[in-house]
């Protein structure tokens, strides 16, 4: 069976590894050693762990009401306006989402370089929320 670091369960659950350690440390995610001394965890947990973290998710007043589920929370790294229409780049985590949108639609986002900024992805179409 794959078992994975606390680095790399980390960096598949879009967490720092400090975070990781400690969810670990708390027993929310089981770990054993491997022969080198080094802190593992099985990827049937692992997978386990990443659907209960997903559906504990954040509280009802922060919810988004959407049908859209593959969520990409990150970050504005650049937005190429034109006359209709506009190019946005999100980065989240290692993504980098680029969509293609209205100017308008940037505009009532308030979407900028350095905001947050939720890429959803649906089919073949990325829609994008302000945080």
């Known amino acids: 069976m794959q078992a994975y670091t606390i680095g790399q369960a980390a960096r598949l659950l879009g967490v720092s590894p400090d975070t990781a350690r400690r969810w670990a440390d708390a ?6 050693r491997d022969e080198a001394g080094k802190r593992l965890i099985d990827g049937k947990d692992l997978a386990a762990f ?3 973290l997903a559906q504990s998710g954040s509280g009802e007043e922060d919810a988004s009401w959407t049908s859209v589920r593959n969520a990409f929370p990150g970050i504005v ?37 350095g905001v947050e900024a939720t890429a959803r992805v649906k089919s073949t179409n990325v829609h994008v929320d302000r945080v």
């Open 27 to 32: 027993g929310r995610v089981a770990t054993h």
């Open 77 to 113: 790294t650049a937005i190429k306006l034109g006359d209709v229409a506009a190019q946005v780049e999100i980065q989240a985590g290692p993504h980098r989402l680029v969509s293609l949108l209205t100017r308008e639609a940037v505009e009532e986002l308030g979407l900028e370089v």
């Open 50 to 52: 990443s659907v209960e």
